[in-house]
């Protein structure tokens, strides 16, 4: 209340309520968050945005988390909106550098156009970007909106960015502990990509090749997608959410054992032989026992190495997708 007299009274305001309302979300945000900088803000959300509906026939995905002081704060409608904005626009400045990379040109693109990346994103880029088209507030803006509603030290904690290299890729993700059944926002989630093996192609090719012209005419209006692979946009979409529910079940580091670093490797080889240092074992022995222990850790780490947690029978990650002509190309996840 004491918030409000003052917009109303203050230079420039004239007693207009809507140049009150600026004026509040000028001072009284930025008064707020200056209360509650520095608190502690270990709980919150993580959210996730894809957009396969873009123009270049490219698709992005984002998987960002957004911190707050307490559970019950992040369990609120405003926060779990800001969670979805951030995510949004996270889609909106990756779109942007996708675009600006590649020359700005606004044709469609059906081939390999690059290899696909990872972009984590610098907070004050994401902080900087639009809301949205139609809404001239920046995500600072939303952020202390927020701030000034939930009364909670809010952050940003981590904003990271997926585009596959190539136009046939699907992505695919899972949120677990979802806060309503609107928003894809909760307490764990993961997106994948998945693309179409080469042999699923060169198969689908020569089966499309000897159909009738009638048929090829209707597929022609498919995306890429589905005519590059033997299993149907739904169904692969349907495959990433399984493994991205495994990733959020399991939590994997890598995506298989090439990927781990030398470091991270030597250092793992290094505490196995100081386990059997008292055991007296020959050094060939040890050697053996060790190899045998490193594709265990594999098994713990690399999704590749998995048991899938979700699929019937439980197969081997790698064997599944050998099998279903799917390669999985990269996967990013978090949690609260």
């Known amino acids: 209340m004491v918030e409000c007299k003052k917009a109303i009274s203050a230079e420039g305001v004239d007693g207009d309520y809507d140049k009150a309302t600026e004026w509040l979300r000028k ?35 984002a998987i960002v988390r957004v911190a707050s002081e307490t559970d019950f704060a992040s369990r609120s409608p405003a926060f779990s909106s800001l969670v979805k904005t951030v ?50 507030r920046s995500v600072k803006d939303a952020l202390d909106e927020a701030v000034l509603a939930i009364r909670e030290n809010l952050q940003i904690a981590s904003v990271t960015a997926i585009v596959p290299g190539r136009s046939d890729a699907v992505l695919a993700g899972y949120v677990h502990g ?7 926002a909760g307490t764990a989630a993961a997106i994948v990509e998945l693309i179409p093996t080469a042999s699923s192609s060169s198969s689908s090719s020569s089966s499309s090749s000897s159909s009738s012209s009638s048929s090829s005419s209707s597929s022609s209006s ?14 692969i979409h349907e495959i990433g959410k399984k493994l991205a529910m495994h990733i959020v079940a399991a939590k994997p580091t890598y995506l298989s054992p090439d990927q781990i670093p030398d470091s991270v490797l030597e250092k793992e080889r290094e505490i196995l032989l100081e386990q059997m240092k008292e055991t007296g074992k020959s050094a060939d ?18 999704l590749m190495e998995q048991e ?16 279903l002509g799917l390669e999985v190309v990269q996967f990013e996840s978090d949690s609260i």
Request: glycine share 10%; proline share 2%; with cysteine.
């Open 222 to 235: 498919s995306s890429s997608s589905a005519s590059s692979s033997s299993s149907s946009v739904e169904e």
């Open 308 to 323: 899938h947690m979700v699929e019937e029978g439980n197969p081997k990650i790698n064997k599944l997708m050998k099998k």
């Open 27 to 61: 001072n009284g945000s930025a008064k707020a968050a200056s209360k509650l900088a520095g608190r502690d803000a270990s709980e919150g959300l993580v959210g996730i945005a894809i957009d396969d509906e873009d123009p270049t026939n490219v698709v992005f995905g």
């Open 285 to 302: 022995i040890m050697e053996k026992i060790v190899s045998g222990r490193l594709r265990k850790y594999y098994e713990q780490v690399c």
């Open 178 to 184: 979802k806060v309503d059944g609107t928003t894809l």
């Open 87 to 136: 995510a949004d626009s996270a889609i909106t400045l990756s779109r942007h550098r996708h675009r600006s990379n590649s020359g700005g040109g606004g044709g469609t693109t059906d081939t390999v156009t690059s290899p696909s990346s990872v972009d984590v994103m610098d907070v004050k880029d994401i902080l900087a970007t639009s809301v949205g088209v139609e809404d001239t």
